[in-house]
């Protein structure tokens, strides 16, 4: 968008992509050119390319540019990092799931009662409570950090290893202004009936200061152009049930819920499930 003749003029920013026709991903493309923004998450075939919309003068600075790139060994500790710190952020959203789980809230009651039939003090019986709640929060908290740091010690260990070298494996990156902002990767899946039909969409994530600009979308769009050149027919993936903004990426890009499961006999005591994902790769061979 530009200032010409006492008025904004709409600028084309994708040359080439004509009103009514292109493919769903110029489609998109197209309604956010001229807006204003930076567009950053058309994918392209050239590495690196990115199209940009000029700045708007008065606004604040434009959204950050950004490219996706196949990860490098000087990523290592800010994939590793970023990867603990979007896991680790589900922890408040688990905790207050746990307190409205039924179970849950029945043995804080009787946590409750117990102490108050064996103290006869409210306030002692309030500060158990207390006590039984701050255990229920680093309760929560150690799930997620023992499936971080075992993540850790598994595929993200030895990165290069896992989803470099191994077949029809891959781990990008989102950059913007020389920073890794986002990830994600592509494995083949541990299910045994998904075997030479699907790869695994794994460990995608995105900084919380760069969310709502499309990087997700770009970085899933780049995991399903990945199992489509190499002539899968479908992408899995598994999510929590606490993570809602992952759930509606997913599904606003066409992947379908197709199981419901516990990782663990706690977890499903709390009724905390993984939601498992499917996607079916358009025109795959």
Not at 40 to 59: E, F, H, K
Not at 160 to 167: D, K, Q
Not at 255 to 279: A, H, K, N
Request: a positive charge; one cysteine or more.
């Amino acid at each position: 968008m530009r200032w010409q003749g006492g008025g904004w003029r709409r600028d084309r920013c994708l040359p080439g992509v004509s009103e009514g026709g292109g493919s769903p991903v110029q489609r998109e493309a197209r309604g956010t050119a001229g807006s204003g923004r930076w567009i950053s998450n058309v994918p392209t075939r050239s590495p690196g390319l990115i199209s940009v919309c000029p700045r708007v003068p008065g606004l604040s600075s434009p959204m950050a540019l950004y490219r996706i790139r196949q990860y490098e060994d000087g990523d290592y500790e800010a994939v590793r990092t970023m990867f603990g710190r979007g896991i680790m952020e589900h922890t408040p959203a688990a905790f207050i799931y746990m307190l409205k789980c039924p179970q849950a809230q029945l043995l804080f009651l009787g946590l409750f009662l117990a102490v108050l039939a064996a103290s006869g003090s409210l306030l002692v019986s309030l500060l158990a409570l207390l006590l039984g709640l701050t255990g229920g929060w680093f309760c929560s908290r150690s799930l997620w950090t023992d499936y971080v740091q075992q993540s850790l010690r598994n595929d993200l260990l030895d990165i290069r290893r896992t989803y470099l070298e191994a077949a029809d494996s891959c781990l990008w990156v989102a950059e913007a202004e020389g920073s890794v902002v986002g990830m994600v990767g592509a494995v083949l899946p541990d299910d045994p009936s998904e075997s030479g039909h699907a790869l695994e969409l794994k460990r995608m994530s995105v900084g919380r200061e760069h969310r709502g600009r499309g990087i997700g979308r770009a970085l899933c769009r780049t995991v399903i152009r990945f199992a489509q050149e190499h002539g899968y027919s479908a992408v899995v993936l598994s999510t929590s049930m606490v993570h809602y903004s992952a759930q509606q990426l997913y599904e606003s890009m066409g992947f379908r819920r197709v199981l419901v499961r516990s990782p663990s006999l706690l977890e499903s005591f709390l009724q905390f499930s993984l939601f498992y994902y499917r996607y079916e790769v358009p025109g795959s061979r």
